[in-house]
């Protein structure tokens, strides 16, 4: 610590000058922390919104059935035959309709009881009992998805409700209406229904109360402290008289709601049997694309972007990189390569909707290549890409030495072999990064696909890139703009898978930069 | 007067006075070269001795790299660079048409300012030229032209057993001589080196003296140097470059002890430079 006064630079000028750029370090310093925390507080928000909503589609519930697949119904099913979906859903109808019998004679009740499990759900099942016909004449178990409404519902996600439990009351019976009585027993059920500000006497605009007792459930009519009165919707007195009993106070009016009381009370009621369980969502990944949310899946899709990008990436990366190579070291500097070099830079800034009409007018209209197919796609993304390829590996040739190049050509190399034994070799790593994150934007690229009609329905796993097929962007498109409800957590999930797809292919970016580099 | 080099025997007399026993291996005749509009060499006529090391001398920028660089035609490589003149070797004119300069560049190799090994093993890095050039009949005559390559650039006992090793890892001097070695094995009559100690510590700077001494009994060797003691140890003709000309050339004793003209004079006293 010398004395600031001794030293010739310690002048009071000086110091201040020295304070002021000091004190100018230190804010830039700042700016740049605050732009980097501004950057990831961005980043996981986004990350945790999507997630959030993505979780909830990543299980799902599912009934078991047991399916008594009998000879005579399913009997001389050959291996070519349609799949019999129309018979296993019947079995799968009659086992519902038999389970509550107070459905019989009432059509209404029975296409509200059907609606718990939609016929194409059965469609797997179908198709495994014509692959694999010995199973017929035995029982089989098979499990299938809720339908998304109720399935939503036991998530909680498209009505509130909240449960008091009650315990033990009396409990009679007279022409379906049951009495439930006991001394004092429902004043919490009255605190809660009149927090919640339900009204029992107009039900249907503050919504239901719903009492549980095994699998027996009623819908409240009138409600007194020590008394309550409701219509029986599934089950029998008997449960009443032997279970502990809950209200459930579903806080919306039946009519505003995608679920009615009575398959609330039938949902219920398979859950108390045991037979609604949670289990991962893998169908996401192994289902094709459907109408019904808890059917549909993501597979043609990821498919349809394979084949898109194996199309592209066989294109744009050879023409890319040639065509970099060709500019970088073997074209002459002229006017008609600055010209080049503008316009490469200048397509790049295209915005990507132009080449899907380039693609549509071109690939579609002129040389009547088929819609919706991967080949298309692929060929536009390829153009889309060219230009980002282009000028990264021109960067990368750039960045070797012009040393190694006078080395190889002073042995005798030929420019040919100076380039492809050791520029090439140099400029791989960041000719590969370009290359793949040209593939991650091609990936990711949703407008030039919707205009050459990739965003068809596809029900069926593209096998080659001529057929129809579509993308996960596009998808997602897709998904994001129906209007059901139980979209919005599955277009969260896709959301997340091609957000996977994309930090693999960054991440085998980072892996090929890290082996070539120790490598030379 | 008859200057043609066919059977590598014939000399002008005057230019090569005391050195009569030894031929002319390239012979420049009225060198002209331009970077575009700009003229960089001056109508330079200079006839190399065989089997000697000749050195260029002059202050920066007076085109004596680039005239190095115009006898294997590295300024081919140089966007808007043109030479004009004449240049032969072995009765034909480098510059010619039907002279492909991948050929002619594996018997005129080149050393550069700094070294400049590929960044492969040692081992690749003095095999990739016989490999190019299809001097090698399988692997053990491989191995025999490396390690001959190497023996004599006096590198072979300090780098035998690693030769896997990347040839960036060695040291500067060893570097440069790893260059040199890769020079040397694509069996070339004549070796041009561009500064080649100006990278390196006094002690490797020796080594690589020696070094060229030693390979001016197979080679003829052309070396550019800014110092002018270097040129005084290892070379046997000097020739001194002012502002793209050719001031004068002759021999080393002669050109540092009893200059002829006044600016070679000022130049090796230091008077300028």
Redesign the interface.
């Known amino acids: 610590m010398s004395d600031p006064a001794v030293s010739p630079f310690a002048n009071e000028r000086a110091l201040k000058r020295l304070r002021r750029r000091r004190a100018a370090d230190r804010r830039f310093k700042w700016y740049g922390r605050l732009a980097i925390g501004f950057a990831l507080a961005a980043l996981t928000l986004l990350l945790a919104s999507i997630t959030t909503q993505a979780m909830s589609a990543a299980t799902y519930h599912v009934v078991s059935f047991d399916l008594d697949l009998d000879k005579e119904t399913f009997g001389g099913l050959k291996t070519d035959d349609p799949p019999p979906v129309d018979k296993v859903y019947g079995l799968v109808r009659a086992d519902l309709l038999a389970q509550f019998p107070e459905t019989a004679r009432n059509p209404v009740l029975r296409h509200e009881l059907s609606a718990l499990v939609t016929r194409l759900a059965v469609l797997p099942v179908a198709r495994e009992i014509v692959r694999n016909p010995r199973e017929i004449g035995m029982t089989r178990q098979v499990q299938l998805p809720l339908s998304d409404d109720l399935d939503l519902y036991l998530k909680g996600a498209n009505a509130r409700h909240l449960t008091v439990p009650i315990g033990r009351v009396g409990a009679e019976e007279t022409n379906g209406v049951l009495t439930l009585t006991g001394e004092g027993a429902f004043k919490r059920l009255i605190a809660a229904a009149s927090l919640e500000g339900m009204q029992i006497q107009d039900a249907r605009s503050t919504g239901s109360i719903l009492m549980t007792a095994g699998q027996s459930t009623l819908k409240l009519s009138t409600l007194d402290p020590s008394r309550i009165k409701g219509p029986l919707l599934t089950g029998s007195l008997q449960d009443f008289r032997t279970h502990p009993v809950r209200a459930r106070l579903i806080t919306s009016p039946e009519s505003e709601r995608t679920v009615t009381d009575r398959q609330i009370a039938w949902l219920l009621a398979l859950k108390a049997e045991g037979r609604v369980s949670r289990v991962p969502h893998w169908s996401l990944l192994t289902h094709t694309d459907s109408t019904q949310p808890e059917l549909a899946g993501t597979l043609a899709a990821i498919v349809g972007s394979l084949l898109t990008l194996l199309v592209t990436a066989s294109l744009a990366i050879p023409i890319g990189i040639l065509a970099s190579i060709y500019l970088e070291e073997f074209a002459p500097r002229n006017r008609v390569t600055g010209l080049i070099e503008v316009n490469i830079n200048n397509l790049a800034a295209v915005p990507s909707i132009v080449f899907g009409l380039l693609g549509a007018a071109v690939f579609l209209g002129a040389f009547g290549l088929p819609r919706s197919a991967p080949v298309v796609g692929g060929l536009v993304l390829a153009l889309l890409i060219l230009p980002v390829v282009i000028i990264a590996s021109r960067a990368a040739l750039k960045a070797v030495p012009q040393s190694i190049r006078d080395a190889a050509l002073a042995v005798g190399a030929s420019r040919m072999q100076t380039v492809f034994h050791h520029v090439m070799p140099l400029a791989a790593p960041g000719m590969l990064t370009g290359a793949i994150l040209g593939m991650a934007r091609a990936l990711g690229e949703t407008a030039p696909l919707l205009l050459i009609g990739m965003v068809a329905f596809v029900a069926e796993v593209p096998n080659g890139p001529t057929d129809e097929a579509t993308a996960l962007p596009v998808l997602i498109y897709s998904w994001a703009t129906q209007a059901e409800r139980a979209w919005e957590p599955m277009t969260g999930a896709v959301i997340l898978i091609l957000l996977v797809f994309l930090i693999a292919m960054n991440g085998v970016v980072v892996f090929l930069r890290r082996k070539f580099e120790r490598r030379w | 007067m008859d200057d043609t080099l066919g059977n590598g025997t014939t000399m002008e007399k005057g230019v090569l006075p005391d050195a009569p026993e030894t031929s002319v291996r390239m012979s420049c005749r009225n060198i002209n070269v331009f970077y575009g509009e700009k003229q960089a060499i001056y109508d330079v006529s200079l006839q190399i001795a065989d089997r000697s090391v000749t050195a260029l001398i002059g202050p920066s920028g007076c085109g004596k790299s680039t005239f190095l660089r115009c006898l ?1 035609r ?1 300024n081919d ?1 140089i ?1 808007g660079c043109r030479v004009e003149g004449e240049i032969m070797m072995e009765g034909k004119d480098i510059n010619s048409p039907v002279i492909d300069p ?2 002619l ?2 018997r005129v ?4 300012q ?1 070294p ?4 492969k093993s040692i081992y690749e890095n003095i095999a ?2 016989p490999r ?2 299809g001097l090698a009949q399988g692997r053990e005559d491989m191995d025999e032209i490396v390690e001959k390559s190497l023996r004599r650039a006096g590198l072979w006992e300090e780098v035998k057993d690693r030769l896997n090793l990347a040839g960036t890892s060695l040291s500067g001097g060893q570097q440069q001589r790893l ?1 040199i070695a ?2 040397i ?2 069996r070339p009559e004549v070796i041009l080196m561009d500064e080649p100690c100006s990278a390196l510590d006094p002690i490797a700077t020796a080594r690589i003296e020696e070094l060229i001494d030693d390979l001016r009994k197979r080679y003829c060797i052309i070396i550019v140097t800014h110092s002018m003691q270097q040129a005084a140890r290892v070379s046997q003709r000097t020739a001194f470059f002012h502002l793209g000309a050719l001031v004068e050339v002759g021999d080393t004793d002669q050109i540092f002890t009893s200059p002829r003209d006044r600016r070679t004079e000022d130049y090796i006293t230091g008077r300028f430079g």
């Open positions: 294997n590295m490589t966007e991948v050929l560049r594996s190799g080149m050393v550069f700094k400049n090994p590929f960044p990739y030229g190019i050039h260059c890769r020079a094995a694509v």
